[in-house]
């Protein structure tokens, strides 16, 4: 996985991972302010939780699943409002 961090105090605040391309096969935790140029989320039945409070964006491609995957789910580490 290639990263890397920039600190300009743009719309992400300070502390912005920048992540060129990332494939997860498991369930993942994600926390802080991270920017995927590509994210593939491939866990057969995985959970992905996003930490609450922080900012992630993807700018290029997002899969999540893959051909044959059981039912992937996203959700918040705290609970919120829909928006």
Do not use: D, W
């Not at 302010?33 to 997002?62: D, P, R």
């Not at 899969?63 to 789910?73: R, S, V």
């Amino acid at each position: 996985m290639q990263q890397t961090s920039r600190n300009n105090g743009g719309p992400h605040g300070n502390n912005l991972s920048k992540i060129g391309y990332a494939e997860i096969k498991n369930s993942a935790n994600f926390t802080g302010n991270v920017s995927f140029t590509t994210l593939k989320l491939q866990g057969n039945g995985a959970i992905y939780t996003f930490g609450s409070n922080y900012s992630y964006s993807v700018s290029e491609t997002f899969e999540l699943g893959q051909a044959g995957c059981a039912i992937t789910t996203l959700k918040s580490s705290s609970p919120g409002t829909a928006r």
